[in-house]
C-alpha cells in the first residue's frame, strides 16, 4: 500500500489521468489524498470528481476556495466570474449528484502515517490553532456544509472580516474565519492577522507580514501540515510543511508525494500539464 498527497488539479483531468498512470495507482492498494481545487479553472471539472467517485475512498479529497466557489455558484450565492470553467458541472445531467458528493467532503484531515500524524488543508492554518483545533473547526464547517442550513451559510461565506481569530467568535462570523483560513490563506502577521490581497511568492512578502507556516512558535510548527493553494510559491519541503500546488492550470506540473515507511521518507512526482489559463489575463 502506498500513500500519497497531491496538490491542486482544478479541472484538470488528463493531467490526473496521467500522474495516476505514472505512480501506478491501484485503488484496491493505494490511497491518494487530494490538498482542494478540484475544480474550476481548467477544462474539464466533471470529469474530476467523476473519477474521484469512481474511486470511491481511495481517493480523499478535501475543499479549497473554488470548490466552495462551485457550491455557492450552484446555490446562487455567487455570480461566476469571467475566468471560471464550471458550466460542464452545472450543466450536467449528473450535476446533483456531483454537487452533492462535493458537499460531503471535508475541509481538513489527518492521517497517521508511521505513528505520526499528517494534518492536510487546502491553504493554511492560523498560528494559534493546533492540529486539534484545527480539525475541530473545520468539523464545524463540515456539519453546516452537509445540513439544510448550506444556501444560507453560502450567501454569508464571503468577506475578509473578521480577519483574525478570536475564540469569543461566533455565528457566520466564526464560521467565515475558519473557511478563509483553511481555504485563503497565504500571508498573516505574527499575531494572525490575515492578508488576502497578496498572491506574491513567500520572498515578497508585504511589510509586516509572513507566509503562515514561518509564524514564530505556531501551533502546527511539529505537525506536519501538507496543503496546495499556493501556486507562487510552488513546491516547498521542508520537515513539517509541504507545499504542493506546482501551477498545473498555468502550465505547470501537477505534483504528487508518495510516502515512504515515515512521513519524512517523500519522493515528489509530477506529469507537466498544458496550460488551461495565463496568470494576469
Known amino acids: 500500500m502506498a500513500l500519497y498527497c497531491i496538490g491542486d488539479i482544478q479541472g484538470c483531468d488528463r493531467a490526473l489521468g496521467r500522474l495516476l498512470d505514472l505512480i501506478d495507482f491501484s485503488a484496491s492498494r493505494d490511497t491518494a489524498f487530494l490538498l482542494g481545487d ?22 480523499r479529497p478535501l475543499l479549497g476556495n473554488h470548490d466552495l466557489h462551485l457550491l455557492a455558484t450552484a446555490h446562487g450565492a455567487r455570480k461566476p466570474s469571467r475566468r471560471d470553467t464550471l458550466a ?19 475541509l481538513a484531515r489527518q492521517h497517521d502515517h508511521g505513528g505520526k500524524p499528517l494534518l492536510m488543508v487546502h491553504a493554511g492554518v492560523l498560528p494559534s490553532w493546533d492540529a486539534a483545533q484545527t480539525l475541530d473547526l473545520a468539523d464545524e464547517v463540515h456539519r453546516v456544509l452537509r445540513s439544510a442550513d448550506l444556501p444560507a451559510f453560502l450567501r454569508q461565506m464571503y468577506g475578509n472580516t473578521p480577519d483574525h481569530w478570536d475564540d469569543s467568535l461566533t455565528g457566520p462570523d466564526r464560521l467565515r474565519v475558519v473557511v478563509n483560513a483553511l481555504t485563503r490563506l497565504r500571508f498573516c502577521s505574527e499575531r494572525g492577522v490575515m492578508d488576502f490581497d497578496s ?83
Open 38 to 59: 478540484l475544480v474550476n479553472r481548467g477544462p474539464d471539472s466533471a470529469a474530476v470528481l467523476r473519477r474521484c467517485m469512481a474511486h470511491g475512498d481511495a481517493l
Open 199 to 281: 498572491t506574491e511568492s513567500a520572498s515578497a512578502a508585504p511589510p509586516g507580514l509572513m507566509p503562515w507556516f514561518d509564524v514564530p512558535g505556531r501551533g502546527t510548527a511539529h505537525t506536519l501540515v501538507a496543503f496546495g493553494h499556493w501556486s507562487t510559491l510552488g513546491w516547498l519541503n521542508r520537515p513539517h510543511c509541504l507545499g504542493l500546488d506546482t501551477g498545473c492550470v498555468w502550465g505547470g506540473c501537477l505534483s504528487a508525494v508518495r510516502f515512504g515507511s515515515s512521513l519524512d521518507e517523500r519522493e515528489l512526482l509530477q506529469v507537466h500539464c498544458e496550460q488551461a489559463q495565463a496568470p494576469g489575463a
Open 88 to 106: 460542464n458541472v452545472l450543466d450536467a445531467p449528473d450535476r446533483d449528484a456531483l454537487l452533492q458528493w462535493l458537499r460531503l467532503q471535508p
